[in-house]
């Protein structure tokens, strides 16, 4: 519905600024035609702007998708955008958004995100914060590309710009409950609107819970779930006529089971790789022992579990894998129409973050660890840590008018993080003699990283012919940064008082005031071919400080700080709005590099379950590929949309890459290398990374970077039809998702691919024209595809064909389960008054 509204010229300078601020962008205030798709906004310049007016690649996922498809954390946007896929790590601590092929993978906290995630203009300290429930949420902006310029240093690939929704017209009171059929359920509540000429505000309450899709035959409850509970407010005042203050608070608590995974497949590999008659052979639990450990048959360790199936959704567990979280926090802006139309406001933040995460690390629920001097497992493999992460941030930015041929905005950031993290895995008790080489490779340390940032920020863009624009923006930036590490492998010191060290200088070292400056910038160049079309091509840099290494691993002599990363891309598109905005496309070609990429890599050692973890920076990767984005009115009430992203991501230049197992590549003559050289036990180009060393790598030139598939394709319609007779409207829509096969490892290990899939979803309901009541029916999965994201995720490995040590290695595949990797129901009310 149109809405005219008379205000008077300060009135509408201030209107114009609210929106520059929060990127009002809801149906009922939107100015679309009928007959004509949704006008869309998008903030990716830090003003409010048409999306087909902003030469940047931008998907955009609205309120009515968001609804439509049940959107509710971040995992959820990851599927259904082909531009973004998901890595997914032991807990929600360790997952990691990927762009364009590329993102970070860390399981410290020294490492920022390649992208970087803002809510409403605030962005988060670290990204495995954005791991919770979404909400409230009126629109999510996935800007790719480097985006430094305007978006900071952790946006070295991209951002993911989220808004809420903000405070419009009369009171309004909302309330909507959703439950599924494998018993996942939401309920929220809200409440916003003008209370008088200066007073507005905005209430938000949610519940939501997952139980999980896998089961624990050892308490018999189900795991790999989440749920939580969220309040936000939005508190506005207008004490004068062109002042506005917004204040912010917000809570989130996060119960979060993910990262249990299950075995799904038991092979026996025998024969030679070099003579080309390795055979793999599934092999049951009998005559199979954890280790090669007599006292550990897989009988007992994976009792009623049926390794050989492919979906197998049972495991055993004694100790809980997860995080459960609590996120608090305020922001405060200001506002200011200047007398020119301008504005001038201030964005101050505060934001504390407190977790525990916890993880079985020995997979079973018995058992796997003898104490000192014995020879009778009693003790089993658990790691938990915590994190406390404590930010503050200010910006002070001014926006010029969005009138004229010259336009522009400028900027001051300042950021202050702080984040502390206690670890603690395996099992020493004091004052047992016991080190990292221990069979579950104990350590207990505590450890803090800080970093500091002051920067100014600029960009403009100038009609300077009727139809060309040139845009153009910089960043300078200083960061302070450093760190505290403490450490010992004594895992019965649970208290930080209590706490002793080892030595200084191995076991008790810092970095502190290390100064990193950069200065990154964009520039492009638009023709506006037609009012309704134009092309445009960017080029645009970024930038990321420096990395620490503080995971449980880090020896004093490699406490420097890791290379920053540095990123330089270039992009070619076009945007059209055509047949009287019934049909919007974007299309671009880009081509990404990076510099000394950082990236935590993880790896196994022979008959050692314990995962480990290293800090790498990688010389040279590369991403390059094309993306499509259409939008179009079919019918007056028949609406489709269209997403493809084709990427290519690759190691361009890395000569000490990881190796990866290779049973078949068996030693000669009892050494421990293999025929060619190589090292026994690893792939055949795997090999000594010096003379008589045992640590293999390989050179990965040219080779394929995981994580990221190659074609990602959504395509989504919805149909609204009148039923006669009847106070309603009736809706069907459907979404059909799909994605190519892809690498999961680094190491380009051949068996550690995914293979493709494609999911359909089917939704249908009723609503009142006046939308005051909505029942929403729908099917996730509809076809009932079983597919397997993770299939080299890390779980119970290390087993033997028998009661040694040295007896033939059973390679053990795991799994975790997507959250529709079957089929399940849903039903969802919606009601507005």
């Known amino acids: 519905m149109k809405k005219t509204i008379n205000l008077t010229p300060m009135a509408s300078a201030l209107a114009l600024a609210v929106l520059a601020m929060n990127a009002q962008a809801q149906q009922e205030e939107s100015n679309t035609k009928p007959g004509t798709l949704e006008t869309v906004v998008v903030t990716a310049n830090k003003r409010v702007e048409k999306l087909e007016n902003v030469p940047m690649a931008i998907s955009v996922m609205s309120e009515q998708e968001i609804q439509r498809t049940n959107i509710r954390e971040i995992e959820d946007v990851v599927a259904m955008m082909p531009s973004l896929t998901l890595n997914s790590g032991t807990t929600a601590a360790n997952n990691a958004i990927f762009m364009r092929g590329i993102g970070t993978v860390s399981v410290g906290i020294g490492v920022e995100s390649d992208v970087a995630v803002i809510i409403d203009d605030i962005p988060i300290a670290t990204q495995f914060q954005a791991f919770k429930d979404l909400a409230d949420v009126a629109r999510i ?43 996942e359920w939401r309920v929220n509540a809200s409440a916003g609107g003008q209370l008088d000429e200066h007073f507005a505000m905005r209430l938000y309450a949610g519940k939501t819970r997952m139980p999980g899709n896998f089961h624990n035959l050892t308490d018999g409850k189900d795991v790999n779930g989440s749920g939580g509970k969220t309040f936000m407010a939005k508190l506005q005042w207008n004490p004068i006529e062109n002042v506005q203050v917004d204040l912010t608070p917000r809570y989130n608590y996060q119960d979060n089971s993910r990262g249990v995974t299950a075995v799904n497949g038991f092979v026996l590999r025998t024969g030679s790789a070099a003579a080309g008659n390795v055979v793999s052979t599934p092999i049951g639990l009998d005559g199979v022992y954890l280790n090669g450990n007599p006292l550990l048959p897989a009988s007992t360790v994976l009792k009623g579990i049926n390794v050989n199936d492919p979906g197998n959704r049972n495991v055993r567990r004694d100790f809980p894998t997860g995080l459960i979280s609590s996120d608090r926090g305020v922001g405060l802006k200001v506002s200011w129409t200047l007398p020119n139309d301008a504005t001038l406001m201030s964005i101050t933040s505060w934001s504390k973050y407190l977790a525990n995460d916890f993880r079985d690390q020995d997979f079973t629920d018995v058992p796997t660890i003898a104490a000192a001097g014995q020879t009778v497992p009693t003790i089993g493999n658990y790691q938990f840590g915590t994190y406390d992460i404590r930010s503050k941030t200010q910006e002070i930015r001014y926006v010029s008018p969005d009138t004229g041929t010259f336009k522009y905005l400028a900027g001051l950031w300042a950021a202050h993080n702080e984040i502390y993290r206690h670890f603690i895995r395996g099992y020493c008790v004091a004052p047992t003699a016991c080190n990292a080489n221990s069979p579950s490779s104990p350590t207990n340390y505590y450890t803090d990283i800080y970093n500091t940032n002051k920067s100014i920020f ?46 200084v200088g191995v076991d008790q070292f810092q970095s502190t005031g290390n100064t990193d400056r950069a200065t990154t910038g964009k520039v492009s160049i638009q023709k506006q071919i037609t009012p309704d079309w134009m092309v445009y091509t960017q080029a645009s840099t970024g930038y990321k400080g420096e990395a620490y290494d503080v995971t449980s691993g880090l020896k004093a002599v490699a406490a420097f700080p890791v290379k920053p990363e540095t990123s330089q891309s270039f992009e070619i598109g076009t945007k059209a709005n055509l047949f009287n905005s019934r049909l919007s496309v974007a299309a671009t070609y880009f081509n990404s590099d990076f510099f000394n990429y950082q990236q935590n890599v993880t790896y196994v050692l022979p008959n050692d379950p314990t995962i480990y973890s290293q800090l790498n920076s990688i010389p040279h990767i590369a991403t390059h590929g094309f993306e499509l984005d259409v939008n179009a009115l079919l019918a007056r009430d028949l609406t489709m949309n269209a997403a493809l992203a084709f990427t290519l991501p690759t190691i361009e230049k890395w000569a000490n890459g990881p190796c990866y197992g290779d049973s078949t590549n068996v030693p000669v003559n009892g050494t421990k290398l293999a025929a060619n050289g190589s090292i026994a036990g690893q792939n055949s180009a795997c090999f000594p990374i010096a003379p008589g060393s045992t640590t293999g790598v390989q050179n990965l030139d040219n080779s394929v970077f995981p994580g990221t598939p190659k074609i990602k394709l959504n395509i989504g319609a919805n149909y609204e039809f009148l039923i006669p007779s009847m106070p309603f409207k009736g809706f069907v829509n459907a979404n059909v998702r799909y994605q190519g096969e892809y690498y999961t490892n680094i190491n380009n290990d051949p068996n550690s691919k995914n293979a493709g899939y494609a999911i359909t979803d089917l939704g249908f309901g009723v609503r009142a024209p006046d939308d005051k009541y909505k029942l929403s029916f729908r099917v996730n999965n509809l ?51």
Do not use: C
């Open 141 to 183: 902006e996935v800007l790719k590309g480097p985006q430094s310029t305007l978006f900071g240093k952790s946006a070295v690939a991209g951002a993911v710009n989220i808004v809420t929704k903000q405070i419009s017209g009369p009171m309004v009171y909302r309330a909507s409950t959703y439950l599924t059929n494998d018993q």
């Open 458 to 503: 600029g960009q403009a863009s100038w009609e300077f012919m009727p139809t060309w624009t040139l845009t153009a923006g910089m960043r300078l930036n200083e960061e302070i940064s450093g760190y505290h590490y403490k450490r010992n492998y004594y895992t019965d010191q649970l208290d930080e008082a209590s706490f002793k060290p080892g030595p």
């Open 783 to 833: 076809f009932d595809r079983f597919y397997i994201p993770n299939a080299n995720a890390s779980g119970p490995s290390s087993f033997r064909a028998g009661p040694t040590a040295t007896s033939p290695q059973v390679s053990a595949s795991s799994w975790v389960p997507p959250r529709d990797v079957f089929r399940y129901f849903s039903v969802k009310l919606d009601v507005k008054f």
